[in-house]
């Protein structure tokens, strides 16, 4: 269980939330907090007040996956295979091991013809796509994607979702542009003004 307890950090205020495992979709309107919740479940800010455990461990302790809604201010690297490769190569994992992760993950996102593409060259839904790869090669304990659909057209949204259900982590939480993702849920947040709306 994720478990969220007197969180406070900019505009986000909440006091006791629970999310089980599964898919959880964050909604609300711009400003609301989403992107500051997700943020501080994966470890990417620390809260001015308060704790969010992931089966007991803070987020910086386990292996999260992030996807954020602007993938390509992250890119490290020049050619797509190293990209993906990069969270692997970090934790010393063997060269056999690596090659073959990375090519399983791209086969799963029907992503293996842009292995040998520069990431300067990929559209805006290909970056997306490439920071999920990212973001799962580690099979990590949570994912978080931050309204990374927006870049996406609903059928590839569709197939995201589809690859990441197929071998889905513990955890998913995420925020999505498109409604048909949200009734596929399991658990659904909605934020208004920092604060729970509605669970």
């Known amino acids: 269980m994720i478990r969220i307890t007197n969180l406070h950090h900019r505009i986000l205020a909440l006091s006791d939330l629970s999310l089980k495992e599964g898919v959880t979709t964050v909604l609300g309107p711009n400003g609301s907090g989403k992107t500051t919740l997700l943020s ?7 809260p001015d007040m308060g704790s ?3 089966d007991g461990m803070l987020p910086r302790e386990t292996e999260v996956g992030w996807v954020s809604e602007f993938p390509d201010r992250n890119i490290l690297f020049e050619r797509v295979f190293d990209e993906i490769a990069a969270p692997l190569r970090f934790r010393r994992r063997p060269m056999d091991e690596i090659n073959l992760r990375t090519a399983i993950i791209a086969e799963r996102l029907q992503i293996t013809p842009l292995l040998s ?6 559209s805006g839904g290909e970056k997306v796509l490439v920071a999920l790869a990212c973001a799962i090669v580690t099979d990590p304990l949570l994912l978080v994607i931050d309204e990374a659909d927006s870049h996406l057209d609903r059928e590839t949204a569709r197939q995201v979702q589809e690859a990441i ?3 889905p982590p513990k955890y998913l939480l995420q925020s999505s542009q498109y409604r048909e993702i949200v009734k596929a849920t399991d658990q659904v947040i909605e934020l208004s003004h920092g604060t729970v709306k509605r669970i």
């Open 40 to 46: 501080i479940c994966a470890g990417l800010i620390i």
């Open 52 to 54: 969010v455990r992931i």
């Open 117 to 122: 593409r520069t990431t300067r060259s990929l």
């Open 165 to 167: 259900r197929s071998d």
